[in-house]
Nanobody, 124 residues
């Protein structure tokens, strides 16, 4: 069982930056691929970024490419999402997710554990 807790969200102005952190409990963190997703009320949960268990392979959604960096520290059981040049359309609840597999994937149903989510609001 893996428990995930997100932090670092909040209110930021257009063009600003935020770094989200996801702290994971449990063992063998490096064997889990990790992902970040976001969801606007009434809409489906959308892929943002993912990283493999080793941290070597990453992927970003086209909507955030060039503005977002996902990284992880396996010694600290932590994954990060650095978001720069934020836009109002980035406003959403952001979720951290863990997959019981080394390889990262883009679809929400392929992830096994989820955090409670954290609000990110970008003001115009």
């Amino acid at each position: 069982q893996v428990q995930l807790v997100e932090s670092g969200g909040g209110l930021v102005q257009t063009g600003g930056s935020l770094r989200l952190t996801c702290a994971a409990s449990g063992r063998d963190f490096s064997t889990y691929a990790m992902g970040w997703f976001r969801q606007v009320s009434g809409k489906e949960r959308m892929f943002v970024a993912a990283i493999s268990g080793s941290g070597v392979d990453t992927a970003n959604a086209d909507s955030v490419k060039g503005r977002v960096t996902i990284s992880r520290d396996n010694a600290k059981n932590t994954v990060y999402l650095q978001m720069n040049s934020l836009k109002p359309e980035d406003t959403a609840v952001y979720y951290c997710a863990a997959r019981r597999n080394f390889y990262a994937r883009f679809r929400a149903f392929e992830y096994d554990y989820w955090g409670q989510g954290i609000q990110v609001t970008v003001s115009s």
